[in-house]
Structures are given as structure tokens and as C-alpha cells.
């Protein structure tokens, strides 16, 4: 479904990522591990092809991403960054229907049957109390589920999420980490951005660590998610508690703290 060929990455004076190869498959669902700064997001980018220089080195059903074109790319991707940029003057119904663009073949308007898939996402991100109410007065947590329900709406083959789970509360995390591992059993390909440990073992069956130096590393949860690699990732010691998918690792606390 995704895959990157010796794909580098940097900012002026540091490098992110070095010679990344990667396959992610239909069906599995990744989490992307890292400290601030070492690269995550730039890869969310690299891989939707929203970062320079990075699309020769990125395949997508087996083409190359800079051979897609962008409508055809949105039905196959579908990309949830931090921010979104500018601002949504109209309700959650209407904001949630513009993930159907890329699949509308009607020029004079939408079908019935988006309308419908719509609904169904808003209702699954529990805001159909909120449908008619404007984007802008809607809460952080409220906004976020939104977009969650527009990337729904769109339905790609592939997921891309950083940070999808800000702004939301326990419930809506627990709903969302649900969600898209739902999605990845029905044969959809998710990659997230997490920072929240406890998700990672029972929702997500792979993992990509990115290091400050460049280095990643890459592989089935329960190969890559121990300890040793947690603590060389974080650079901090760690607790381990638990076992099996019930496994929690937390900061170690140092004596006089």
C-alpha cells in the first residue's frame, strides 16, 4: 500500500530520518514513536507528498507518489495534520461533506449517498447534536472529532494521522484509538503520530521509532516496543508494569523528586 525507498529527510543543519525503507501493508495499523523535533511530522508530510523533494522516494499502491494525481492521490491517502490552516465559516454537516470531494462525479453537486456516508461519521464521532452548529464555536476536543468525521467522510485506502488524539478527552481518545484500529481489521492501511504510550500495545500491531541521529527503527509491536528501545528513543529511564498487551512503561521516577 505505502512504501519508501531509502527515503532521507532533514532541516537545515539536522538530519531526520536516513534511508528509510518501509512497507506498510493493508490492514496494519503503525504507530510513529519519537522525541520533539526528531522528525515525525516532517515524515507525515514527506509521505502525503507535502514536503519538497520527498515524493521520488515514496510509493503508493505501487506508484510513485509524484505520479499521482491529487484527486486520485486523495482517494488512496487521506492526511490529518496538527493544524489546520484558515478557518471554516460554515456548520459540522457541511464541513464534514468536503471529504467527499475526491470521490464526486456529479459537476452540479454532491450524491444522496454522501450525505449519508456524512452522517454516519458524524454520528460515529458522537456530534449529531452538533450538525448544524458552525465549526467556529465548536470546543478544541469538538474540532478535532470533526476532522476525524471528514477524513471518515473521505474513506482513503490509507490513513495518515499526526497527533490525532490532541485536544481530546479519555473517552474520545478510547473512541478514536477504536476507530481506527476498526479500520485497519477492515483492511485499511493507519500510520499515527502517538506520544501517549498506554495506546500503542493493544491498538497499533507495528511501530516506527525515529531517533535524533537519523537512525529508525521498525517492525511488529511486539518485536520493537520494549524497553531498552523505549529508553533509547526517549533518553530517559523507564518503568515497565504489567504484562503481555497489559504492559504500561512510565518515566522513572529518581529518588528525591
Same mark, same amino acid.
Given at each position: 500500500m505505502l512504501q519508501t525507498r531509502n527515503l532521507n529527510l532533514q532541516y537545515p543543519g539536522k538530519l531526520l530520518c536516513r534511508d528509510l525503507n518501509l512497507t506498510v501493508n493493508p490492514g496494519e495499523c503503525w504507530a510513529i514513536l519519537g522525541q520533539n523535533g526528531s522528525g515525525k511530522t516532517t515524515l507525515i508530510h514527506a509521505l502525503s507528498d507535502l514536503y519538497p523533494g520527498g515524493a521520488a522516494s515514496v510509493m503508493v499502491a505501487g506508484k510513485s507518489l509524484q505520479d499521482w494525481p491529487r484527486r486520485d492521490l486523495a482517494r488512496e491517502l487521506g492526511i490529518m495534520l496538527q493544524e489546520e490552516p484558515g478557518e471554516f465559516w460554515g456548520n459540522v454537516l457541511e464541513y464534514v461533506l468536503l471529504g467527499r470531494y475526491p470521490h464526486v462525479v456529479n459537476p452540479f453537486g454532491r450524491e444522496v449517498g454522501d450525505r449519508s456516508i456524512a452522517l454516519q461519521a458524524i454520528d460515529r464521532l458522537e456530534l449529531t447534536a452538533l450538525a448544524q452548529r458552525p465549526m467556529a464555536t465548536l470546543s478544541g476536543g469538538e474540532r478535532q472529532r470533526a476532522r476525524i468525521a471528514l477524513l471518515l467522510t473521505q474513506s482513503p485506502n490509507c490513513?495518515? !494521522? @499526526? #497527533?490525532? !488524539? /490532541?485536544? *481530546? @478527552? $479519555?473517552?474520545? /481518545? *478510547? $473512541? =478514536?484509538? =477504536? $476507530?481506527? %484500529? #476498526?479500520?485497519? !481489521?477492515?483492511? %485499511?492501511a493507519v500510520m499515527m503520530v502517538l506520544h501517549d504510550l498506554a495506546w500503542v500495545r493493544p491498538y497499533c500491531d507495528h511501530v516506527l521509532m525515529l531517533f535524533d541521529n537519523g537512525r529508525s527503527l521498525a517492525g511488529p509491536t511486539e518485536e520493537v516496543f520494549r524497553r531498552s528501545n523505549l529508553e533509547a528513543l526517549y533518553q530517559c529511564s523507564l518503568e515497565e508494569s504489567g504484562l503481555g498487551s497489559t504492559r504500561h512503561f512510565m518515566p522513572a521516577m529518581e529518588v528525591g523528586v
Amino acid at each position: 500500500m505505502l512504501q519508501t525507498r531509502n527515503l532521507n529527510l532533514q532541516y537545515p543543519g539536522k538530519l531526520l530520518c536516513r534511508d528509510l525503507n518501509l512497507t506498510v501493508n493493508p490492514g496494519e495499523c503503525w504507530a510513529i514513536l519519537g522525541q520533539n523535533g526528531s522528525g515525525k511530522t516532517t515524515l507525515i508530510h514527506a509521505l502525503s507528498d507535502l514536503y519538497p523533494g520527498g515524493a521520488a522516494s515514496v510509493m503508493v499502491a505501487g506508484k510513485s507518489l509524484q505520479d499521482w494525481p491529487r484527486r486520485d492521490l486523495a482517494r488512496e491517502l487521506g492526511i490529518m495534520l496538527q493544524e489546520e490552516p484558515g478557518e471554516f465559516w460554515g456548520n459540522v454537516l457541511e464541513y464534514v461533506l468536503l471529504g467527499r470531494y475526491p470521490h464526486v462525479v456529479n459537476p452540479f453537486g454532491r450524491e444522496v449517498g454522501d450525505r449519508s456516508i456524512a452522517l454516519q461519521a458524524i454520528d460515529r464521532l458522537e456530534l449529531t447534536a452538533l450538525a448544524q452548529r458552525p465549526m467556529a464555536t465548536l470546543s478544541g476536543g469538538e474540532r478535532q472529532r470533526a476532522r476525524i468525521a471528514l477524513l471518515l467522510t473521505q474513506s482513503p485506502n490509507c490513513y495518515l !494521522l @499526526d #497527533e490525532p !488524539l /490532541q485536544h *481530546l @478527552d $479519555l473517552r474520545h /481518545q *478510547l $473512541l =478514536t484509538m =477504536t $476507530l481506527f %484500529s #476498526e479500520l485497519a !481489521l477492515q483492511g %485499511s492501511a493507519v500510520m499515527m503520530v502517538l506520544h501517549d504510550l498506554a495506546w500503542v500495545r493493544p491498538y497499533c500491531d507495528h511501530v516506527l521509532m525515529l531517533f535524533d541521529n537519523g537512525r529508525s527503527l521498525a517492525g511488529p509491536t511486539e518485536e520493537v516496543f520494549r524497553r531498552s528501545n523505549l529508553e533509547a528513543l526517549y533518553q530517559c529511564s523507564l518503568e515497565e508494569s504489567g504484562l503481555g498487551s497489559t504492559r504500561h512503561f512510565m518515566p522513572a521516577m529518581e529518588v528525591g523528586v
